[in-house]
């Protein structure tokens, strides 16, 4: 077998393929690579990907297969798990699950195993296809030990499930593929958070892939936050596919790394289904935050919510690009997509594209994108009362996000996100008030 | 406490106080009245020091200082308070946060140590009985789907918490009913103590049955044209407008 060196041509990336054990997905990782080769890295050209240079991501001499689990402690990474949960927590490093890092997970409501099992495999890959996607073929190809979790049917899992990632690139340049899948069976109940942090002396790049199949009547949350630092690169990909009168709600926070780029497919596949989609992005210096979804309305009587908020400073750049897809079957459906945005500053970018196609005749379907300067009536009535201008700008961007946090049905991350957005705002809120 | 001289202001190169002298001693309360358009809500801006106001020429001392440089937030923390008459609604701060900071924020310019929590809300229980504030009013958004009555209650609440020495009342009358009215005016009255001085910004002689003035002002194209006592709000409230615009016309 070749290097990736060889096999992916086009990158300068090192990965020496045949150091990637399983022999089960093997066909599956080289078929990907092939598919990689075929179709290249998204360009400028490529509508989908039109707003971001990827050239730190191609460029970058990344290590694809650096050491897992590193030499960190366990009190290393007690600082990025969430306060006030008993969580399971399950600490990936440069994408490889860590067992030695992670809670031990013994429960009658849900099984943990690695991805590259029987059980797993009927599953593995079948949202997140390989065809057009660069990224998740690159994915397929190199993701390492990631985990299968399989909540039982009927079973309410009570303990959050926190994915914690963290890359470490202190010693070389380092690109992670995190890969895991959820199955939540019928009538079963999951909260499962991902928090996302980098160590960087180097560029790191992380190309998440996470699959959710959610049952009938079954329950799903997933919050995620993104919070790695200024030399981190990230490709985000979450698939869920919804079975009868099922709730996938889904929250994603972003307060750090260069470049963020999230890609959200929801497939309604059968009637009576709820999805939330709650997008927060507080950016400024020179990040890039894109944030796509696609809502795939394929059964009657579904109903969609979006809510994607931007702040902007510096010259930040946000994206939200928001697809709902309405199937002619799909006949009383619901869906309803916001796009909010606030800018900072002058150089400060925002595009908002919303795109609906409606092929069903008894739907209601509402979309709407406002970008702005923050509120100056609401500003003077702050500082007709005492309040500085640089505290009311505080409160006030505090306030238009934390509309977005208030949605997160998980009280330990609602109270940890809202606990870092004051920080990063630099606003001094008493929250027992 | 408040001397105005001979002040001009735009807004958008439109002259809209064209000389505009008032003089206000602790503990008074004076009402300006007059036709819509005559500058009396621009008045009250330019005092709060709102953007969109340009001053061109006269001066504002207050406490012997001209405040007319001075910051929006400067000037609340030397004592101003405006009563908006349309009170921006902000989702996702509470009344409470906000008047926390707020307060503090005012102390901290005095030279006062913030209020913790404990002594915050003893402050805020004694000055909700004020105007009738319930808790559930607190904990709400700032003003966020609030009645108009609420929202004009929440201001004077406010103005309870600042405790300014010159408080503006910008039409708080407007839009609210008779029990509303009361419930308002009551809250002001409280807070008259002697030293307290207020202007009563208002179209209604009906507010001044309520809040009893001490002088009232008539003002007309950016100038006052008339000054008496509370007698002069029922001689407007009687024969209108158009008997003063006469005598100015001429």
Redesign the interface.
Known sequence: MNTLTETVSETKHHIPFETIASEKLTPVRKSAIDTFNNIGFPTSKDEDWKYLDLSPIKNTPFNHRAAACTNLTASEIEKYKIAGTDAVTLVFVNGVYCAELSTPHKADTFSIEFIETDNALQWFGKLAATEHQPFIALNTAFHHEGLFIHIKKGMEVKQTIHLLHLNDARQEAVAAHPRNLVVAENNSKVQIIATYHSLNHFPSLTNSVIEFFVGENAFVEYDVKQDENEKALQINQVYAQQKRNSVFDISTVTIGGKLVRNNLHIELAEPGCTAHLNGLTVAGENQTVDNHTLVDHASPNCESFQLYKNILDDDAHGVFNGKIFVRQDAQKTNAFQSSKNVLLSDNAVMNAKPQLEIYADDVKCSHGATTGQLDEEALFYFRSRGIGKKDALALLNYAFAGDVIEKINNDAMKADLLKQLAQKLRTDIEFEV | MLSIKNLKANIEDKEILKGLNLEINPGEVHAIMGPNGSGKSTLASVL????EYDVTGGEVVFKGEDILEL???D???KGI??A?QY??E?????N???M???VN??RK?KGLAPLD?KE??KLMREKMQLVQVDKTMTQR?VNEGFSGGEKKRNEIF?MAM?EPELGILDETDSGLDIDALRIVSDGVNALRDGKRSFIVITHYQRLLDYIVPDFVHVLYKGRIVKSGTKELALELEEKGYDWIKEEVEI
């Open positions: 709060a020091g709102r953007d910051s929006p937030e000037r609340a923390r308070f405006l908006f009170p921006i902000i989702p996702g701060v509470s409470a946060n906000f926390k900071t707020a924020e005012v310019s929590s915050f809300l958004s406010q600042l």
